[in-house]
Structures are given as C-alpha cells and as structure tokens.
C-alpha cells in the first residue's frame, strides 16, 4: 500500500514553456502533499507544502508564482513550473502523507526536468 | 531549528559484510525518525521508522536502526549486505514543536556494495 505515482519521469522542453507534474496517491487519501527538489548528489529541498483545497505553504526562496501548486483533490496534487528556463532544470519529487506529522511521507519516482 | 547530520557521504563497503551508516539529530524534543533509501533516477522508498516504544526498528530489506536518544542518534545497519543495497541512504526527523510539519533530511549516505 501507499503508493503515489508521479508524472512525467522525464520532460524535455524549450525554454519559456510551462511544464506540468502531476502527483497521485493511488491508495490512500493524502491529506497532505509536498514538493521537493534534489540537485545532482544532494539531499531533498522542501520546496513548499501543500494541503487538499487550501493555499500551498511555499519555502523561503521559493517563488510562488514560478511553482504553481494546485492541490485538487486528496489524491491529486499538481506543480507547473511556469515560464521555464536552463536554471530550472532539476530532480522534482512529490510525496503525500496520510494523517498527522508521525506518519511517513511516501514519495513518487521524481520528474526529471531538462529546459533547453 | 532541527537539522540531520550523516557523518559519512560514502561507504564502500564488499558484499557480505556488515554495514553501519550513521545518523545524528539535534533536535531535544520528541522526534520521529526515518531512513529512506534513493535508487537512481528514482524517488524514495522508506525503509523504516521510530515514533514511540522499542527503541530497536526493524525495516525491509533486512535493515534495523537504533534509536539512542541519549546520544541523538538513529544508526542504520544491516549485517550482510548484498549488491542491490547500492543506493543512496537519507535519514530524516520531522517533529511537532511550534506545528513544524516539515521533514529534514540529512545530505546522505552513498553506499557502495563491491562484489
């Protein structure tokens, strides 16, 4: 159990599009969702947090108009890096959480995000 | 603020041996613990956890950790270890204090299992 699948694993695109990821939790209800970027041989960056029909909680440094989250439904979250460019290209990571803070986060397979 | 600290970037270690990678926390509130481990190209996968009770974790895979709040620390190890164990290891700890719900990571731990 606990599953969340994330889409695309692999997005290539021209710089100045906008990208869609989308991150599911196939077998739970997750009540919340976040967002993390990894950078070649670092550690996870919280990237924001986000809850079913609220406003994301975003990181100092983030931008939140760059990194559109929209947190639909308890199974569904989305991040749109909007108007992409080279420095944007990463490792993104969604995970979705059941329950309260004691409980693990279970995380997608990443999308990775290359702007040319 | 909480912060992880994996004292080890990378351990080479031969298959069949016993490995420990090591873990310190700072926070002096009631945490919980993780270890979860990164194959490449590939989000996360959760090994195991302490929220309350034995201080002893048994996870998949044939991994444990102990959890030693004396000493803040939640060591991962595994007595024989074999080639697909070669991944990347990161130990978390989130709390409750102040309604943090955040998840801090370590930098992690390369583990290199060599025939």
């Known amino acids: 159990g606990a599953v969340v699948s994330q889409h695309p694993s692999w997005v290539i695109c021209k710089s100045g599009t906008s990208v869609k990821i989308e991150c599911r939790s196939l077998d739970f209800q997750a009540t919340t969702m976040f967002w993390y970027r990894q950078f070649p041989k670092q550690s996870l960056m919280l990237m924001a947090t986000s809850n079913e029909g609220s406003k994301a909680t975003y990181e100092q440094g983030v931008e939140k108009d760059k990194f559109l989250i929209n947190h639909a439904s308890l199974t569904l979250s989305t991040l749109t890096v909007t108007s992409a460019h080279p420095e944007d290209s990463s490792f993104y990571i969604c995970s979705a959480r059941k329950g309260q803070v004691n409980q693990p986060q279970h995380f997608g397979d990443g999308t990775r995000l290359s702007i040319l | 603020a909480q912060s992880v600290t994996q004292l080890d970037s990378q351990v080479p270690v031969f298959e069949e041996a016993p490995v420990e990678l090591r873990c310190n926390y700072s926070s002096s509130v009631s945490v919980y613990l993780f270890w979860y481990v990164q194959y490449p190209n590939q989000g996360l996968q959760l090994l195991l956890k302490?929220?309350?009770?034995?201080?002893l974790v048994k996870g998949i895979n044939g991994f444990e950790a102990e959890f030693n709040k004396s000493q803040t620390s939640f060591h991962l190890r595994k007595p024989s270890v074999h080639i697909s164990d070669t991944a990347e290891y990161f130990c978390?700890?989130?709390?409750?204090?102040?309604?943090?719900?955040?998840?801090?990571f370590g930098k992690g731990t390369k583990l290199t299992v060599n025939p």
């Open positions: 302490y929220l309350s009770g034995s201080t």
């Open positions: 978390a700890v989130t709390t409750t204090q102040g309604g943090s719900e955040k998840l801090v």
